[in-house]
């Protein structure tokens, strides 16, 4: 006689499971304080692309704000508290986002989520953020998104959105290229046509001559590369990812076709695109000088250059990569971090010594941060948007050449002003004052 | 009570499949009710996500296992579910049940058109086919006049109905979608286990056996392929249905290749053909990778390592799996299970006998 035992070997399977959760979930709603948050430490939570497409140079950011956060904790930390970065793996790809955010939030129970990477990964767990309240901070993407503070009133921006740096951009290119015939190369999303809103607010639209979009994923540009290079474009505007920058570059050179190139600060940073062009030279059997071709590029920076060690931040920074994170370049995605890193604090400091959720909110509506920024942020009651512009920078020798003073804008029909503040100093031990 | 009387409830219990599974699907619901009241809200995300994980790979595996048709792109499927429950919820009120629905009528619709080509293709044919439709559907959502409606590369956000009042206000929503999806798996499970039983399932059996001699013993070949292809995408599209709920989300970078050779991976990992099995496989695939990630955090490497390790386990575990069970998990438990009544119940039985 053979009765089948599996399936009665799945229910006490089951049944032991739902034994051992119940034992384990008894013992956690003890205390009724802030998650995240007891008398010496402080957890916050971050997704970002460790591995996949998307992973080179974002992949820094992690390493990168966990080493600004070793260094403080390393000086005695925030009112007394230690700041511990969980950042996990989503490879960019948005199911993992949730499941990951979720982790941080219902399983980890941190305080805050801090610098997630990326617009289709970030837009599908801003409601679950908002709704659970949890602070969501620093969004690491220039979306127009994060800026809806009746709508999501725990998500806030950081680096100047794209439709303001398109507006710099559109507005330079106005100025300094005056008649010129003008190309864009953009990404097709939110990214890329953000970028273009910007941009159509200042050139003028007869001297568009093309549009050329490409799909992030597919190496492949000849085809918008070769239409922009008929269209007899004086001028291209890259709204790209550093990859395309450089793949960009590298398929013009092949059509013997060598426009100004402006581009986005997202896909400008000299050190990442330099390096991208000579991996892809060698992958196709060639070997070009990264720095060289990069030459004569102009894109809006916000953050001072890497190389300025004058610059206080610049010093601060550098110091910490130094000791914390010598393997890693130090390139603009380790200034980005840390500098986003720096903010957190900051904003941490003026919740004031029993940090809540709502109090970290609160400090950042108050407005007044300060930071490594050249431009002031838009933080206030009615805006969660981060910074406000950026200044004009030229590419010689492989960095980053500031003109003229820093501008800032809105995302919307507002001017582009210059801001004329000198950029307040870093704190002589890093640590931001409340 | 005698020996004797006791064996025709037995008798009964083995004969009547349509009973059995009942009863079998009751207790399923019972101890779906227990699991989920216990466990703390991310677990029952992750219960959620390995039964709408371990639908697809049910559906995946009477396929493979059953009829011997091999698919490399059931993700695909599992895309077109979740997008048509997206746009189902976005753009009609319509309840939950018809929404979901929807996505097996779709997913079950196009499954058939692909299982057309599928009854011409054989072997490597057939995978690179289904191979290329994972690629290349997710990439429609790109596709310049769908972008309005598909949300391009950003995909679309998909907002469900919270937990009904009547719960109570505090009712966790990931408890409700735990219910919803487990109430899904048990029906899934309920469905097929009568289809693999039932003369359909017979012929898939012959199918893969032997196409010639099944064809001349009266099985229609192809129709019984297109129908089996049809039956198991109608299950991803639902399962696709469920994993926008969840995840609350319809992107394209959720459903990337990964995801159809890991719906693949949980089929062979728990067995071939067995639904069981592909419980035990979902399970696997769900909640190794969530380990393995918080153990190389927990270790403190360096980068480069540490993103790594998740995969490097998830090949140990693969590894020692196939080597232990090859015939999957199941068949792992398969053999236990004999081993423990040849050890406990025979010697029990003839006790019972020599005693009578």
Same mark, same amino acid.
């Given at each position: 006689?053979?009765?089948?035992?599996?399936?009665?070997?799945?229910?006490?399977?089951?049944?032991?499971?739902?034994?051992?959760?119940?034992?384990?979930?008894?013992?956690?709603?003890?205390?009724?304080?802030?998650?995240?948050?007891?008398?010496?430490?402080?957890?916050?939570?971050?997704?970002?692309?460790?591995?996949?497409?998307?992973?080179?140079?974002?992949?820094?950011?992690?390493?990168?704000?966990?080493?600004?956060?070793?260094?403080?904790?390393?000086?005695?930390?925030?009112?007394?508290?230690?700041?511990?970065?969980?950042?996990?793996?989503?490879?960019?790809?948005?199911?993992?986002?949730?499941?990951?955010?979720?982790?941080?939030?219902?399983?980890?129970?941190?305080?805050?989520?801090?610098?997630?990477?990326?617009?289709?990964? @970030?837009?599908?767990?801003?409601?679950?953020?908002?709704?659970?309240?949890?602070?969501?901070?620093?969004?690491?993407?220039?979306?127009?998104?994060?800026?809806?503070?009746?709508?999501?009133?725990?998500?806030?921006?950081?680096?100047?959105?794209?439709?303001?740096?398109?507006?710099?951009?559109?507005?330079?290119?106005?100025?300094?290229?005056?008649?010129?015939?003008?190309?864009?190369?953009?990404?097709?999303?939110?990214?890329?046509?953000?970028?273009?809103?910007?941009?159509?607010?200042?050139?003028?639209?007869?001297?568009?001559?093309?549009?050329?979009?490409?799909?992030?994923?597919?190496?492949?540009?000849?085809?918008?590369?070769?239409?922009?290079?008929?269209?007899?474009?004086?001028?291209?505007?890259?709204?790209?990812?550093?990859?395309?920058?450089?793949?960009?570059?590298?398929?013009?050179?092949?059509?013997?076709?060598?426009?100004?190139?402006?581009?986005?600060?997202?896909?400008?940073?000299?050190?990442?695109?330099?390096?991208?062009?000579?991996?892809?030279?060698?992958?196709?059997?060639?070997?070009?000088?990264?720095?060289?071709?990069?030459?004569?590029?102009?894109?809006?920076?916000?953050?001072?250059?890497?190389?300025?060690?004058?610059?206080?931040?610049?010093?601060?920074?550098?110091?910490? @990569?130094?000791?914390?994170?010598?393997?890693?370049?130090?390139?603009?995605?380790?200034?980005?971090?840390?500098?986003?890193?720096?903010?957190?604090?900051?904003?941490?400091?003026?919740?004031?010594?029993?940090?809540?959720?709502?109090?970290?909110?609160?400090?950042?509506?108050?407005?007044?941060?300060?930071?490594?920024?050249?431009?002031?942020?838009?933080?206030?009651?009615?805006? @969660?948007?981060?910074?406000?512009?950026?200044?004009?920078?030229?590419?010689?020798?492989?960095?980053?050449?500031?003109?003229?003073?820093?501008?800032?804008?809105?995302?919307?029909?507002?001017?582009?002003?210059?801001?004329?503040?000198?950029?307040?100093?870093?704190?002589?031990?890093?640590?931001?004052?409340? | 009570?005698?020996?004797?009387?006791?064996?025709?409830?037995?008798?009964?219990?083995?004969?009547?499949?349509?009973?059995?599974?009942?009863?079998?699907?009751?207790?399923?619901?019972?101890?779906?009710?227990?699991?989920?009241?216990?466990?703390?809200?991310?677990?029952?995300?992750?219960?959620?996500?390995?039964?709408?994980?371990?639908?697809?790979?049910?559906?995946?595996?009477?396929?493979?296992?059953?009829?011997?048709?091999?698919?490399?792109?059931?993700?695909?499927?599992?895309?077109?579910?979740?997008?048509?429950?997206?746009?189902?919820?976005?753009?009609?009120?319509?309840?939950?049940?018809?929404?979901?629905?929807?996505?097996?009528?779709?997913?079950?619709?196009?499954?058939?058109?692909?299982?057309?080509?599928?009854?011409?293709?054989?072997?490597?044919?057939?995978?690179?086919?289904?191979?290329?439709?994972?690629?290349?559907?997710?990439?429609?959502?790109?596709?310049?006049?769908?972008?309005?409606?598909?949300?391009?590369?950003?995909?679309?956000?998909?907002?469900?109905?919270?937990?009904?009042?009547?719960?109570?206000?505090?009712?966790?929503?990931?408890?409700?979608?735990?219910?919803?999806?487990?109430?899904?798996?048990?029906?899934?499970?309920?469905?097929?286990?009568?289809?693999?039983?039932?003369?359909?399932?017979?012929?898939?059996?012959?199918?893969?056996?032997?196409?010639?001699?099944?064809?001349?013993?009266?099985?229609?070949?192809?129709?019984?392929?297109?129908?089996?292809?049809?039956?198991?995408?109608?299950?991803?599209?639902?399962?696709?249905?469920?994993?926008?709920?969840?995840?609350?989300?319809?992107?394209?970078?959720?459903?990337?290749?990964?995801?159809?050779?890991?719906?693949?991976?949980?089929?062979?990992?728990?067995?071939?053909?067995?639904?069981?099995?592909?419980?035990?496989?979902?399970?696997?695939?769900?909640?190794?990778?969530?380990?393995?990630?918080?153990?190389?955090?927990?270790?403190?490497?360096?980068?480069?390592?540490?993103?790594?390790?998740?995969?490097?386990?998830?090949?140990?575990?693969?590894?020692?799996?196939?080597?232990?069970?090859?015939?999957?998990?199941?068949?792992?438990?398969?053999?236990?299970?004999?081993?423990?009544?040849?050890?406990?119940?025979?010697?029990?039985?003839?006790?019972?006998?020599?005693?009578?």
């Amino acid at each position: 006689m053979t009765v089948r035992r599996p399936v009665s070997v799945a229910v006490a399977l089951a049944a032991v499971v739902a034994l051992t959760a119940t034992a384990c979930a008894s013992g956690d709603d003890a205390a009724e304080s802030t998650p995240g948050i007891t008398a010496d430490t402080v957890t916050i939570g971050s997704t970002i692309p460790l591995t996949g497409t998307a992973a080179p140079g974002y992949s820094e950011q992690g390493p990168a704000a966990k080493a600004f956060f070793d260094y403080i904790n390393a000086n005695g930390g925030i009112n007394g508290r230690k700041i511990t970065l969980k950042y996990l793996d989503d490879a960019y790809n948005p199911a993992q986002t949730v499941t990951l955010t979720k982790q941080l939030v219902l399983q980890d129970k941190v305080f805050a989520i801090v610098g997630s990477l990326g617009t289709p990964t @970030h837009t599908k767990v801003v409601d679950f953020l908002n709704s659970s309240r949890v602070p969501d901070l620093f969004v690491a993407s220039g979306c127009t998104c994060w800026d809806q503070p009746q709508k999501n009133p725990y998500t806030f921006g950081w680096q100047p959105d794209y439709t303001v740096e398109g507006k710099i951009l559109g507005d330079y290119v106005k100025k300094n290229l005056a008649g010129k015939k003008v190309a864009y190369f953009y990404q097709d999303d939110d990214f890329g046509r953000d970028g273009m809103k910007g941009l159509d607010k200042y050139i003028d639209q007869s001297l568009v001559v093309s549009r050329q979009p490409y799909q992030p994923g597919n190496t492949d540009v000849a085809a918008q590369v070769s239409a922009i290079a008929a269209s007899k474009a004086d001028v291209v505007v890259l709204e790209a990812i550093p990859a395309y920058t450089a793949l960009f570059k590298l398929t013009s050179l092949k059509l013997g076709y060598s426009p100004t190139l402006v581009a986005s600060s997202v896909g400008a940073d000299p050190i990442t695109v330099s390096g991208l062009l000579e991996n892809f030279a060698k992958q196709a059997g060639s070997s070009v000088k990264g720095q060289d071709l990069i030459e004569g590029l102009v894109t809006s920076a916000y953050l001072p250059p890497l190389d300025d060690t004058s610059n206080s931040w610049t010093a601060l920074f550098k110091k910490i @990569h130094d000791q914390y994170i010598p393997n890693v370049p130090f390139d603009g995605n380790v200034y980005y971090a840390m500098a986003y890193a720096y903010t957190f604090t900051q904003a941490l400091a003026r919740a004031g010594q029993n940090p809540t959720r709502q109090g970290v909110v609160d400090a950042l509506k108050k407005g007044g941060l300060t930071g490594p920024g050249l431009v002031p942020f838009r933080y206030g009651a009615d805006s @969660h948007a981060g910074y406000t512009g950026g200044q004009i920078a030229t590419i010689k020798d492989g960095k980053q050449v500031a003109s003229g003073t820093p501008l800032t804008t809105d995302d919307g029909d507002g001017p582009v002003t210059p801001y004329t503040q000198p950029q307040p100093p870093a704190p002589a031990n890093g640590i931001p004052a409340a | 009570m005698t020996a004797l009387a006791a064996a025709a409830p037995v008798r009964f219990w083995q004969r009547s499949t349509l009973v059995r599974h009942l009863t079998l699907s009751v207790l399923g619901l019972i101890v779906l009710y227990f699991v989920t009241t216990s466990l703390d809200s991310f677990a029952n995300l992750q219960f959620a996500q390995i039964c709408y994980t371990a639908i697809a790979t049910a559906g995946l595996t009477v396929l493979s296992g059953l009829s011997g048709q091999i698919s490399l792109g059931h993700g695909a499927f599992v895309a077109v579910g979740a997008y048509t429950t997206a746009l189902l919820l976005e753009h009609l009120d319509w309840p939950l049940v018809l929404v979901l629905l929807g996505s097996v009528v779709v997913g079950g619709a196009l499954g058939s058109l692909v299982g057309v080509a599928a009854a011409r293709l054989r072997g490597p044919y057939l995978a690179g086919a289904t191979l290329a439709l994972a690629v290349g559907l997710p990439s429609l959502a790109d596709y310049h006049g769908l972008r309005d409606l598909l949300g391009g590369a950003n995909g679309l956000i998909v907002t469900s109905d919270p937990p009904p009042l009547s719960l109570g206000e505090t009712f966790p929503l990931e408890r409700w979608q735990a219910w919803i999806c487990g109430l899904c798996l048990v029906v899934t499970l309920f469905l097929l286990a009568n289809l693999t039983r039932s003369r359909i399932g017979r012929d898939m059996r012959l199918v893969r056996e032997d196409e010639q001699a099944a064809a001349l013993s009266g099985v229609h070949v192809a129709r019984t392929q297109i129908v089996t292809f049809g039956i198991s995408a109608a299950f991803a599209g639902l399962a696709g249905g469920l994993f926008a709920i969840v995840n609350s989300l319809a992107a394209p970078g959720a459903f990337t290749l990964s995801l159809s050779l890991s719906l693949l991976t949980a089929a062979v990992l728990g067995g071939l053909g067995s639904l069981a099995g592909a419980v035990y496989g979902a399970v696997i695939v769900t909640l190794l990778p969530n380990w393995t990630a918080d153990l190389a955090q927990q270790a403190d490497l360096p980068r480069a390592i540490y993103a790594n390790i998740p995969l490097v386990l998830y090949g140990l575990v693969l590894i020692v799996v196939i080597i232990a069970f090859p015939g999957g998990i199941q068949s792992g438990v398969r053999k236990l299970g004999a081993l423990l009544q040849a050890r406990f119940v025979r010697p029990l039985q003839t006790r019972q006998e020599t005693r009578r």
